[in-house]
């Protein structure tokens, strides 16, 4: 009995002694965390070890305290459960501590570390047990471990209520505002969060990864990155390397989250990550590693269904389909599973075309499920079976990627595009076919500034674009595609052709200019020839034929015109007045040859007729040949300075340079010349109100009555207000015709067996604008029989040929042209589309070339080569394309004619 109660009375005394309050060391590194530091005793050895602790020397530290346990046994486990804390061994420091208590059941720094650790090892309900053993401690620690205790349990009040209980100890402490931040972002307060913990000056682990938290919850990926990469440098953990590897994910970064995810093996050879891992490599284009660490997940785990199919998809990317078929099988013959019975179906139709095969697989499967149901829609939409395959994808239910890859490819074989976009956009960035599939869709759109952007994204995933497109192309009929001799489409070059006069000879006037000519340009000899010409009486006759021919051209009798400027140059030998009207003269009719012939030679007797630049300007213009026509604007300013400084100039050709500054789109200059000139002339007056027009786009500038007189204001006029009554002459008429056939009036055009073949082949080109191919025919034949050797016969019906996909008549026009030596920017252009239609990949691409060299600012040459990049998959080729030729053209998208039609899955 004496022995029971000294025993007890030991007992109360050990208990008083381990109830006392114990000295903790004072440091930096536990002040912010949730455990408390080391305890000091007056023992030498651990003593020792807390002096080696202060240092940051934990490994030395151990070593003392474990020395130090003879010296007192819970003060020396508690102390060695701090130190291994701070190494970041959690396993251990859970250890010692539980060591300490079972030493000194009332050792109350141990029990809070110990429900620190616990808390951080997610063993909550192993926690939760020790907090009878912290009731009535009120101290910041404590307070701070129950609330993330009850946070982790979900118990978000009584959390809450502890951090309440903290901040009123003490409300601007640094660690309570850390954990209580840390705390909002746990519960998605995340901006409160982010506020608090960005104001704590010194950030520990735990501030920066919850600040990380936050930002990657708020989609801020770079911030979450650069405050994950501070805590890793504090502490590299798992969630703080599964948190960056999270992060690189989103921004696309793969390469170095595949970087990431290696460092994450190494401390946690997860299968998980090391999937993860490989998925990474595989989007970061490393194929190889990839599929050499998706392998051995294959053999530790030959029934994870993912890991085959991630290895399949590699294959398919390497473009080695033998392979790919052969894991397909092993799959679908290991798992059973219905999704690789569709993926084995799927290849075998998709790169070995095997009808048969892929049949043989579904035709006595009698269940249902999706993946079946997919099978049979992708057999019976391969054997183009549409409405078959329809029935069977509205019974799926889990609709997938390939599922809408099914429905976009039926779409685009149905040519409804837009429903295809909104299906195409569900499909999985990494099937290389949603590229392709979306690019069709936006180009038969002409949604150009969407492709655009499609091309720069897409080139960040190159490497998963092997596969060609299985295409081909359509041509549709377009009036941008037509060499008419009449376009009206409102450039200045149009305007000009209306305003371009014939030139009266007026001899008071026109003989010293005609001298100055031969002064300047021929020999000495040749003045006497002009002596002479002065004195002939066949100049008055060259005159007046003349003159009576610029009556007719004004009438709009643009044949008698050419039949007496004709007659006034066998008076006038090379006199480059009357060159220059007939230049015009053609012009009005269509010979565009024979207009540019009359304009060159009226410049070679004389390079200061001004009018022949600017008709040799619509020439170009017509014939598409757009680097040329600033140099002829150039021509005339340059030789109008030096002529005006050397004789009296008429000055009717002061307008010529006007037209040709508005050309150059020196508008306030022309605007700012007239408006200080002196002259009345009406025609100066309505050139200013032009410039101002071409600068500003206003079309109410012009004032009817004031400007009734100009040559072919009237029908100038009329095309502003829109209106198309066939009124005025030849070239009038044709304006408007052609007008009215732009803004997609498309009226039948008749024509007749008395038109000329200029006139005809004007008339069946509108025919074949408006796709009327029957008529087109029937004018053909009239125009070969008209004549046979004409070079327009064969243009217009190397076009009509290929609209109708005749390739072998395509072939004979194509022959004619060539043996005519005719050419032009649209013969050139279809050449192209002749051997893209009909293809021909290495004569494609060698006329591609010459098209851009020839003309090299039109869009056509580009739009060719846009497709054929796209047909060879040369993804960094198709943006260049597009790029330059919506700088060279920016509404391509109103003249792109060529559809990509798709010709298989």
Not at 165 to 185: H, P, Q, T
Not at 271 to 287: I, M, V
Request: aromatic share 16%.
């Amino acid at each position: 009995m004496k022995k029971l109660i000294s025993i007890v009375i030991l007992i109360f005394i050990v208990l008083s002694c381990s109830d006392k309050k114990k000295e903790l060391v004072q440091d930096n590194k536990t002040k912010n965390l949730p455990i408390n530091s080391v305890i000091e005793i007056k023992k030498e050895t651990i003593s020792k070890g807390n002096q080696l602790f202060l240092d940051g020397k934990y490994q030395e530290a151990l070593r003392f305290y474990e020395k130090g346990v003879k010296e007192n046994r819970s003060v020396a486990y508690y102390n060695i459960g701090v130190s291994y804390y701070l190494l970041g061994d959690l396993e251990e420091s859970e250890k010692y501590f539980k060591l300490a208590i079972d030493d000194d059941k009332n050792f109350k720094e141990a029990y809070i570390n110990l429900v620190a650790v616990l808390i951080q090892e997610n063993k909550v309900d192993e926690a939760e047990k020790y907090i009878q053993f912290l009731e009535g401690y009120k101290d910041l620690k404590t307070y701070i471990n129950l609330a993330n205790l009850y946070l982790k349990k979900g118990s978000t009040a009584k959390s809450y209520y502890y951090f309440q209980k903290a901040m009123e100890i003490d409300e601007k402490n640094e660690f309570v505002r850390a954990s209580y931040g840390n705390f909002l972002i746990s519960i998605e307060e995340v901006d409160k969060g982010i506020e608090i913990l960005s104001k704590i000056k010194k950030k520990g682990y735990d501030e920066y990864y919850n600040l990380a938290k936050a930002y990657f919850y708020k989609k801020d990926y770079r911030k979450s990155i650069d405050n994950v990469k501070k805590a890793i440098d504090l502490k590299k953990t798992e969630q703080a390397l599964k948190l960056l590897a999270e992060n690189y994910n989103k921004i696309q970064d793969y390469i170095l989250e595949a970087t990431v995810l290696s460092q994450l093996i190494e401390i946690s050879n997860k299968p998980e990550f090391r999937y993860r891992y490989a998925l990474a490599l595989y989007k970061s284009g490393d194929f190889s590693k990839a599929k050499e660490v998706v392998t051995a997940l294959i053999n530790e785990f030959p029934n994870e269904s993912r890991y085959y199919k991630l290895k399949y998809d590699i294959l398919i990317n390497e473009r080695k389909y033998n392979e790919a078929l052969q894991v397909v099988k092993n799959a679908y013959t290991n798992l059973k599973s219905s999704f690789f019975r569709y993926l084995y179906i799927r290849h075998l139709l998709l790169y070995f075309d095997n009808v048969k095969k892929a049949y043989q697989l579904i035709k006595n499967v009698k269940e249902e499920d999706d993946y079946i149901l997919l099978s049979k829609a992708i057999y019976y939409a391969k054997i183009g079976k549409f409405q078959i395959a329809n029935n069977y994808l509205s019974n799926i239910s889990n609709k997938g990627s390939d599922y809408y890859l099914l429905v976009s490819y039926i779409l685009l074989k149905q040519r409804d595009y837009k429903r295809a976009l909104e299906n195409i956009e569900k499909i999985s960035r990494y099937e290389n076919r949603y590229y392709l599939y979306k690019f069709i869709a936006l180009w038969n759109l002409g949604y150009f500034d969407a492709l655009l952007t499609l091309s720069k994204e897409r080139l960040n995933y190159l490497k998963y674009n092997r596969e060609l497109p299985k295409v081909s192309f359509k041509l549709k009929s377009s009036i941008y595609d037509i060499g008419f001799f009449y376009r009206y489409d409102g450039k200045f070059e149009d305007i000009l052709r209306l305003f371009l006069f014939p030139l009266v000879i007026d001899p008071n006037e026109s003989i010293e200019f005609l001298t100055l000519g031969y002064k300047l340009l021929q020999d000495n000899e040749n003045l006497k020839a002009i002596i002479e010409l002065k004195k002939s009486a066949n100049f008055n006759n060259g005159i007046m034929y003349n003159n009576k021919g610029v009556d007719y051209f004004l009438n709009g009798d643009f044949y008698k015109a050419i039949n007496y400027f004709q007659k006034a140059a066998k008076y006038l030998k090379n006199n480059p007045f009357v060159t220059y009207n007939l230049g015009i003269g053609y012009l009005a009719l269509g010979d565009l040859k024979k207009a540019y012939y009359y304009f060159d030679n009226s410049l070679l007797n004389n390079r200061f007729i001004l009018y022949s630049y600017l008709g040799k300007a619509v020439v170009f213009y017509l014939r598409g040949e757009a680097t040329r026509i600033i140099s002829q604007y150039d021509l005339v300013i340059n030789n109008y300075d030096e002529a005006v400084n050397s004789v009296n100039y008429p000055h009717i050709f002061l307008l010529a340079k006007y037209f040709a500054m508005i050309g150059l789109g020196k508008y306030d200059d022309v605007i700012f010349e007239i408006s200080n000139s002196k002259s009345e002339f009406n025609y100066e007056l309505f050139v200013g109100k032009l410039a101002q027009f071409m600068k500003e786009g206003q079309v109410g500038v012009f004032d009817k009555d004031e400007f009734s007189v100009i040559y072919h204001f009237e029908c100038f006029d009329e095309l502003l207000r829109k209106d198309f009554s066939l009124t005025g002459d030849r070239v009038c008429k044709n304006y408007k015709l052609y007008s009215n056939l732009y803004l997609s009036k498309r009226n039948m055009y008749n024509f007749s067996n008395k038109m000329d073949k200029y006139e005809l082949a004007q008339y069946i080109m509108y025919n074949l604008a408006i796709n009327q191919l029957d008529n087109v025919l029937k004018g053909l034949k009239i125009l070969s029989r008209k004549d046979f050797r004409y070079s327009k016969l064969y243009e217009i019906s190397l076009y009509y040929f290929l609209l109708k996909k005749d390739f072998v008549n395509a072939e004979a026009s194509y022959t004619a042209l060539e043996k005519l030596k005719f050419k032009n920017l649209f013969t050139q252009y279809y050449r192209m589309l002749y051997f893209l239609l009909n293809y021909n990949e290495k004569r494609l691409i060698k006329e591609i070339n010459s098209f851009i060299k020839e003309y090299p600012v039109d869009y056509r040459g580009l739009m060719v080569d846009t497709l054929l990049s796209f047909k060879n998959n040369n993804l960094k080729k198709v943006l260049d394309d597009l790029i330059s030729m919506k700088n060279i053209e920016p509404k391509i998208n109103e003249k792109v004619n060529l559809e990509i039609l798709i010709d298989d899955i």
